[in-house]
């Protein structure tokens, strides 16, 4: 089983940002740690003090907790799982939270793999993003990560960013790979979330976007190069050298069972998906109420095969034509002949008689090519 713990602090709000998290406000501390406390001990009990394979503690800013708050965050979950010597335990951090003291402390509480969000090593648009550290700082927590004893270092970026052009993003690569040299690499595509301002900014047409065309030529360049590097392109946005991919969310990928806690956080164990209310005082509420189940749902044979399909179509290992014809009882061929004919024909998959994947040009149109797929599925008997 994966564990994933939310933590649901940042400094402040970056311009794109959607994911669940709120300004740090010391006072909230306490009222979380409890909260997590009481979420693990419920589910410690219900699953029999369960022996986790990952750790990861995500967000957020996770490393914008206190080494205090780190230190309980990091013996509740000891105290309540099985956690077994040598598994990969993940922990974000942002490089205006990430100095030597503290990434000392987090090796010592047994983080082994540092994610840091650098996502541009330019300035002006580091601020455009509204994010809380320069490209300096990023530089200085790759050495201090190293200094600390990281010997898996990932690093978060982001590519289709305003006013960046795809010669722009492979120099940064170039910068990336030959003078951070991290293990891992996450490249995100922008993604214009609704309702944050960054996306304001782009309806309002002052935000010179790359056009499709230069997107496609950044993702394609990006991977054709970190791949001469040594890097493998084991999922769309996921970059890794040999023996250092992300082992949880590859566990994510293959449809292992997953423990959430936190606010926003979701599960999956035996297919039942629960997720967690989102905001800290919702989450709150509910574990005062001892509500550790309120949002559930049992997936059912369709959705865990349409869930197979696109998850593992998102990574180089791909679909398994057997593991498909187990599960759906029938030929992933059946009814797509055609259109894999034709994808196939247009250099977007490679269909071999185990396997079924995506090209890189295919997974620049991954979604539209998934749910293509999908849609031409037919009707369970
Ligand atoms: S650091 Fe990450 S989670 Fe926090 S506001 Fe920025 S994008 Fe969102």
Redesign the pocket.
């Known amino acids: 089983m994966l564990l994933y713990v939310h933590v649901p602090f940042?400094r402040?709000?970056?311009a794109?940002?959607a994911?669940a998290?709120q300004p740090l406000d010391a006072s909230d501390i306490e009222p979380y740690l409890e909260g997590l406390a009481a979420e693990a001990a419920h589910f410690s009990r219900a699953l029999f003090r369960p022996a986790m394979d990952t750790v990861f503690i995500g967000?957020?800013?996770p490393s914008l907790l206190p080494d205090w708050a780190l230190e309980r965050l990091v013996s509740t979950l000891r105290r309540h799982f099985e956690l077994p010597k040598g598994i990969e335990f993940t922990l974000e951090a942002?490089p205006d939270s990430a100095d030597l003291p503290k990434l000392g402390a987090l090796r010592e509480l047994g983080v082994n793999r540092l994610s840091l969000?650098v996502q541009s090593l330019n300035d002006r648009t580091l601020a455009l993003l509204?994010?809380?550290h320069t490209a300096a700082q990023a530089v200085a927590a790759v050495s201090a990560a190293r200094l600390a004893g990281f010997k898996n270092l990932s690093l978060d970026f982001i590519w289709g960013l305003p006013g960046m052009r795809p010669a722009a993003w492979l120099k940064q690569l170039k910068t990336v790979v030959e003078e951070l040299k991290p293990e891992h690499l996450s490249c995100y595509n922008l993604t214009l979330e609704p309702g944050t301002p960054l996306a304001a900014a782009a309806d309002a047409g002052s935000l010179p976007l790359p056009s499709d065309d230069e997107d496609a030529r950044s993702f394609l360049y990006g991977s054709r190069f970190l791949s001469e590097r040594g890097y493998l392109h084991y999922e769309i946005s996921n970059f890794a050298r040999m023996g250092f991919a992300c082992r949880h969310n590859q566990g994510y990928w293959q449809g292992r069972d997953y423990l959430g806690l936190g606010p926003s956080a979701v599960s999956t164990i035996d297919h039942i998906r629960r997720e967690n209310p989102k905001t800290l005082t919702s989450w709150l509420s509910s574990i005062d109420a001892s509500r550790f189940d309120s949002h559930t749902e049992t997936l059912d044979p369709a959705t865990r095969l349409r869930e197979y399909v696109m998850l593992s179509l998102r990574t180089s290992r791909g679909l398994s034509l057997a593991a498909y014809r187990s599960l759906a009882g029938r030929p992933f061929t059946t009814g797509r002949a055609a259109m894999l004919k034709v994808l196939r024909e247009h250099n977007l998959i490679r269909l071999t008689k185990d396997t079924l994947r995506l090209t890189a040009d295919g997974m620049l149109v991954s979604n539209t090519i998934i749910s293509r797929l999908l849609d031409a599925d037919l009707p369970q008997d």
């Open positions: 940042c402040a709000k970056c794109y940002c994911f998290s967000g957020g800013t942002n969000g509204g994010r809380p």
